[in-house]
């Protein structure tokens, strides 16, 4: 399996160097265990869900991408739930992400992680934000173009505090 072929599949996409670098190595690393625990869950079932929280979400999704690249047609869309998921790519890879896979970001109140890296970085999938205050779930939409300026980045804050929730009342750890 392999995301970074010599000719990127999702034309125009970039990916935040430092995450790429980081799940290169670590795809890298782990490969065998991938591949085992993949070759599994194909046989369990016919959907593989990818789970994560922080940069553990990015892993997540770029490992997703890795198994739809390498799958796809041949499998229902990969599902991938994050948790306070810190921005990966372009829009154009938001928009190939958004066509590859079903995912589903969790935020809580200000976190500032979601809201990094700035610049052209942007979100795909579907956002259900906490706000944090009165622990009120709001639903935001797919976006195929911009970023929602409601849920995490509606109040300009970034919290310290809010990384680790909770989330659906569980509280993160590291």
Same mark, same amino acid.
């Given at each position: 399996?392999?995301?970074?072929?010599?000719?990127?599949?999702?034309?125009?996409?970039?990916?935040?160097?430092?995450?790429?670098?980081?799940?290169?190595?670590?795809?890298?690393?782990?490969?065998?265990?991938?591949?085992?625990?993949?070759?599994?869950?194909?046989?369990?079932? #016919?959907?593989?869900?990818?789970?994560?929280?922080?940069?553990?979400?990015?892993?997540?999704?770029?490992?997703?991408?890795?198994?739809?690249?390498?799958?796809?047609?041949?499998?229902?869309?990969?599902?991938?739930?994050?948790?306070?998921?810190?921005?990966?790519?372009?829009?154009?890879?938001?928009?190939?992400?958004?066509?590859?896979?079903?995912?589903?970001?969790?935020?809580?109140?200000?976190?500032?992680?979601?809201?990094?890296?700035?610049?052209?970085?942007?979100?795909?999938?579907?956002?259900?934000?906490? #706000?944090?205050?009165?622990?009120?779930?709001?639903?935001?939409?797919?976006?195929?173009?911009?970023?929602?300026?409601?849920?995490?980045?509606?109040?300009?804050?970034?919290?310290?505090?809010?990384?680790?929730?909770?989330?659906?009342?569980?509280?993160?750890?590291?």
């Amino acid at each position: 399996m392999s995301l970074f072929p010599e000719e990127n599949p999702i034309s125009g996409a970039r990916i935040f160097q430092k995450f790429r670098d980081e799940y290169k190595n670590w795809h890298s690393e782990n490969l065998a265990d991938i591949n085992s625990i993949l070759e599994q869950a194909k046989k369990d079932s #016919n959907i593989v869900t990818f789970v994560g929280f922080g940069i553990g979400g990015v892993y997540a999704q770029l490992a997703a991408l890795d198994y739809a690249q390498n799958n796809l047609p041949n499998i229902p869309l990969p599902l991938v739930f994050t948790f306070g998921q810190p921005r990966i790519g372009n829009e154009k890879f938001a928009e190939g992400a958004n066509a590859r896979l079903q995912h589903w970001r969790s935020t809580f109140g200000h976190d500032k992680i979601p809201q990094l890296p700035t610049g052209e970085y942007i979100h795909d999938g579907v956002e259900i934000w906490n #706000n944090g205050a009165d622990r009120e779930s709001f639903y935001c939409t797919r976006y195929t173009s911009l970023e929602s300026q409601m849920c995490v980045n509606s109040s300009g804050q970034q919290g310290d505090n809010d990384h680790f929730g909770p989330y659906f009342e569980v509280t993160m750890t590291c």
